[in-house]
T-cell receptor, first 109, second 113 residues
Framework: KQEVTQIPAALSVPEGENLVLNCSFTDSAIYNLQWFRQDPGKGLTSLLL?????REQTSGRLNASLDKSSGRSTLYIAASQPGDSATYLCAVLGNMLTFGGGTRLMVKP | SQTIHQWPATLVQPVGSPLSLECTVEGTSNPNLYWYRQAAGRGLQLLFYSVGIGQISSEVPQNLSASRPQDRQFILSSKKLLLSDSGFYLC????????????FGEGSRLTVL
């Protein structure tokens, strides 16, 4: 059974810092990995999708990497802003889609 | 472009009352459709998914049911709500296959009193 873990569970940083969110999974037989953002009381917004054959994807200040063999993905956020405050979730698609528990990020002005 | 709509956004219901949450997708055809629940302090739990009209798969036994009467319509129902049904319900659609990108609605907050 696939297990997805996100570390840290919560993170508080001052504005402007570069930061890394981690996602690890136990079964490397995956099709893709997707990073989402969730604002309080809202749905999930897709940020980046990495296919299993890809190593990384970039969108603006976000960069996600995937190391399938080691079962790890990182979401890098450059020059963090208060508007980046949210919960970030990773989800791995294998036989089924499995979500991590999320990282709650707070960026302080 | 594709959009997904979910309603109602907020619902407060007494124990034992029925439930109906509706989700519709626009701008795509034959999507895979999903219902997730996010309970307070817990992760996302897949409740139901559907690969076509009338085709429903249940991941977790419970007093909830799902139906897909039309290609782009997905309904979550209950005949009698329990306190434990409280949570944040999210509908999602996906392209299916190996790409499997998932797009979520805005969610429905259900409080059962």
């Amino acid at each position: 059974k696939q297990e997805v873990t996100q570390i840290p569970a919560a993170l508080s940083v001052p504005e402007g810092e570069n930061l890394v969110l981690n996602c690890s999974f136990t079964d490397s037989a995956i099709y893709n990995l997707q990073w989402f953002r969730q604002d309080p009381g809202k749905g999930l917004t897709s940020l980046l999708l990495i296919q299993s054959s890809q190593r990384e994807q970039t969108s603006g200040r976000l960069n996600a990497s995937l190391d399938k063999s080691s079962g790890r993905s990182t979401l890098y956020i450059a020059a963090s802003q208060p508007g980046d405050s949210a919960t970030y979730l990773c989800a791995v698609l294998g036989n089924m889609l499995t979500f991590g528990g999320g990282t709650r990020l707070m960026v302080k002005p | 472009s594709q959009t997904i709509h979910q309603w109602p956004a907020t619902l407060v219901q007494p124990v034992g009352s029925p439930l109906s949450l509706e989700c519709t997708v626009e701008g795509t055809s034959n999507p895979n459709l999903y219902w997730y629940r996010q309970a307070a302090g817990r992760g996302l739990q897949l409740l139901f998914y559907s690969v076509g009209i009338g085709q429903i798969s249940s991941e977790v036994p419970q007093n909830l049911s799902a139906s897909r009467p039309q290609d782009r319509q997905f309904i979550l129902s209950s005949k009698k709500l329990l306190l434990s049904d409280s949570g944040f319900y999210l509908c999602a659609w996906g392209t299916g296959g190996d790409t499997g990108e998932l797009f979520f609605g805005e969610g429905s907050r259900l409080t059962v009193l």
